[in-house]
C-alpha cells in the first residue's frame, strides 16, 4: 500500500494524521503503511485518561515498530511545527520564542527520541 493513501485520498499530501498507538497497538503497519505520520501524545509519565483502560506502549516498543517500517519516531511539541516554524499566523510571539527554545531546527523536541528511550 502507498504510504501517502490516506493523506493523498482524504486530507491532502501536507495533512497530519494522528492514530493513538494505545488503542490499535496489533495494527501499527497497517496504519503507517496507510500514511500516519502521528502517533498522538504517547506520555511515558501519566495514563492515557482518555482511555485509561489501555495503557501506552513503551516508547521504546513503539520506537522499534516504527523503526520496523523504516521511518524514524520523532517526538514533537503540542503543536506541529508547520504552525510556529515560519509563520506569526497562529501562536502568540511570546509563545513562539518558547517553542523555539524547545525545537531543533525542524520544529521538533531538541534531542530526539532517545532523550526518552531506554537505550538497551
Known sequence: MDHSYARIN???????????PNLNSED???Y???GINDWGGVSPLT??????ESPWPKLSELNRRTSKM????VPRLPIYPEY???TDRYTDVNIKRKLLELSDDQGYV???IQAYVDPT
Open 47 to 52: 495514563i492515557d485518561y482518555v482511555n485509561p
Open 84 to 86: 510556529f516554524m515560519d
Open 32 to 34: 503507517i503503511s496507510a
Open 70 to 73: 523504516g521511518f524514524n519516531l
Open 10 to 20: 482524504f486530507w491532502g499530501s501536507q495533512a497530519n494524521i494522528q492514530v493513538p
Open 110 to 112: 531538541k534531542g530526539g
Open 28 to 30: 501499527y503497519d497497517t
